[in-house]
T-cell receptor, first 114, second 110 residues
């Protein structure tokens, strides 16, 4: 039982490049989330999903896209990387809604856009 | 609208002394509230959660928090700090989506 795994751990992108951050969970959780954490700040919700095929925007969705084709995977896509997207990205999952159930977090992906 | 405010960005204590990390929330309904801990270069780990059962919640590693509706507070405490408690602590609350506070960095000195 690996929990929530994220790849890559670290990536440097040039402005305008695109990439996909991968997130996989093996706990059969229905809910999955993407957060970003900027230095000295709390986590901001980017997108979340309540099940396969269902996604919704969080607080800061601009510049990102997600899909949820399976219960296990919830990739986050950056289409045109900008310096403002330099951050640490955390994926999380929970069995039901975040307010009722414990969220389990991945180790994070550190992204630097230059 | 709901919000979570952590009142101290940095807290410094000596080993063996009590820890108090403060969190206030604002919500139009009774929220679920959580405390998470983040060690350097790690993901977040749940310390404890309040979901409208007992107002005093006990968590891992000797931490506890008390939900006070009249004060809209959910402060985190520990009777005796250990060096390994040095980390960033986040208060969060919500229903379908969690709102996170900005974090409190706890330093523990020998």
């Amino acid at each position: 039982n690996a929990g929530v795994t994220q790849t890559p751990k670290f990536r440097i992108l040039k402005i305008g490049q695109s990439m996909t951050l991968q997130c996989t969970q093996d706990m059969n959780h229905n809910y999955m989330y993407w957060y970003r954490q900027d230095p000295g700040m709390g986590l901001k919700l980017i997108y979340y999903s309540v099940g396969a095929g269902i996604t919704d925007k969080g607080e800061v969705p601009n510049g990102y896209n997600v899909s949820r084709s399976t219960t296990e995977d919830f990739p986050l896509r950056l289409e045109l990387a900008a310096p403002s997207q330099t951050s640490v990205y955390f994926c999380a999952s929970s069995y039901s809604s975040a307010g009722e159930e414990t969220q389990y977090f991945g180790p994070g992906t550190r992204l630097l856009v230059l | 609208a709901q919000s979570v405010t952590q009142l101290d960005s940095h807290v410094s204590v000596s080993e063996g002394t009590p820890v108090l990390l403060r969190c206030n929330y604002s919500s139009s309904y009774s929220p679920s509230l959580f405390w998470y801990v983040q060690h350097p270069n790690k993901g977040l780990q749940l310390l404890l959660k309040y979901t409208s059962a007992a107002t005093l919640v006990k968590g891992i590693n000797g931490f506890e928090a008390e939900f006070k509706k009249s004060e809209t507070s959910f402060h985190l405490t520990k009777p005796s700090a250990h060096m390994s408690d040095a980390a960033e602590y986040f208060c969060s609350g919500g229903y379908n989506k969690l709102i996170f506070g900005a974090g409190t960095r706890l330093a523990v000195h020998p």
